[in-house]
């Protein structure tokens, strides 16, 4: 190889690199895909993430971005080393970033890369993520034009009212995926106190489901979205009326799409948003209270077997309390918690700042906990069903 060769090469790959960090900015994850090969991997040890395919990275990358505040990637030129249509380099990292849920932090890391040329150019085989410094300290500063963060006299995510739930189409408690997120930039941020992040350990979550079976709730213990997305498509049988509450788990997992697009179910939620408010209000009303399905989340499962639900308007929990002719809740490991009186506080402190952002974000002004409903028993065995993950899931 001629020296002008290798020279372009270093250009070219260089340039690669800075395409990374300007898509990841820029939270353009589809351009951020196309930068790796058709089987690249995008791999972070030490927050658990193991990314193979483009599909993979594009969805990985959603759910990671899905969590942020504000993030702030800072790149700095490593080594590369090219042989032949192949090579291997070193980028050196500085990021700031901020959570949804507050935290916060920096760190350095390097990213430890082999590359290949291909008839699109040079692409990704491989990107490993190292931790190399990482402080938790709370972030001072913000976002410019943005609100400060709100912290621990807040309130519920997607709850409703402003958010999704008792908004336009008045239904279902929303929610936010963490699928797959260690943190904004994927290193482990020490727990806190009353932690609403983490996943609950196994030993808790069988004693919840052997709780909510004793409340008669049929309830089913699996390993994450995935497998509840399969599950949800065995349980509700063609041709059913169902209506989604809004939810980022559902939509993230592919169960909402399941259930909205394509004719193997009645989807009721593209139904009453179509309709007109203003004329059709009783009709709403009543799709949305008595449907055959409702498919939705929590804001929190206690281990006493309860589920605790939270709305501004409300129009969404008579069809969770007893309107739907049957019920299916996805949850969370994130979402389980000891008692009521710490769902409560789940409610106020964890998910309401949450959807407050969303809410100011999108409408211009915040959510709120208008009104709660607490489920502390199935009176028709076998009409709920909770899905409860292993995994973190939402908010």
Known sequence: ????????????????????????????????????????????????????????????????????????????????????????????????????????????????????????????????????????????????????????????????????????????????????????????????????????????????????????????????????????KELIPAGAGVFTGASETLRLSGIEADIETGDRYRALRSRVLAMDRATESDRIRRLVATPDVLLASVAAVTETGSLVIASASGSQLPASAGGAARAIWVVGAQKLVPDLDTALRRVERHALPLETVRAQAVYGRPSAVNRLLVLNAEPQPGRGTVLLLREAVGF
């Not at 070219?12 to 960090?21: Q, S």
């Not at 997607?158 to 904004?184: E, H, K």
């Open 1 to 232: 190889m001629n020296d002008f060769q290798e020279i372009a090469d270093r250009v070219r790959i260089e340039a690669l690199r800075g395409e990374f960090t300007d898509a990841a900015m820029m939270r353009d994850r589809d351009r951020l895909a196309a930068l790796f090969t058709l089987d690249g991997a995008l791999r972070m040890p030490d927050g658990a993430i193991e990314l193979i395919g483009r599909d993979e990275i594009r969805t990985g990358g959603e759910r990671l971005q899905s969590q942020w505040d504000f993030f702030v990637q800072n790149s700095h030129p490593g080594t590369i080393r090219i042989d032949g249509d192949a090579a291997t380099g070193r980028t050196y990292m500085h990021e700031v970033a901020r959570l949804l849920d507050g935290r916060s932090g920096l760190n350095y890391a390097v990213y430890h890369d082999t590359y290949r040329r291909t008839p699109e150019g040079w692409r990704f085989t491989e990107r490993v993520y190292e931790i190399r410094y990482a402080d938790s300290t709370p972030l001072a500063g913000s976002a410019p034009g943005r609100d400060a963060r709100a912290d621990d006299s807040g309130g519920a995510g997607r709850v409703g009212g402003a958010g999704r739930v008792g908004g336009a189409a008045g239904a279902g408690t929303a929610d936010a995926s963490a699928t797959g997120a260690a943190g904004a930039f994927a290193a482990p941020v020490p727990a806190r106190a009353d932690d609403f992040t983490a996943p609950a350990s196994a030993e808790r979550l069988e004693r919840a489901v052997t709780a909510l079976r004793a409340n008669g709730f049929a309830a089913e213990l699996l390993d994450d979205a995935a497998a509840a997305r399969a599950r949800v």
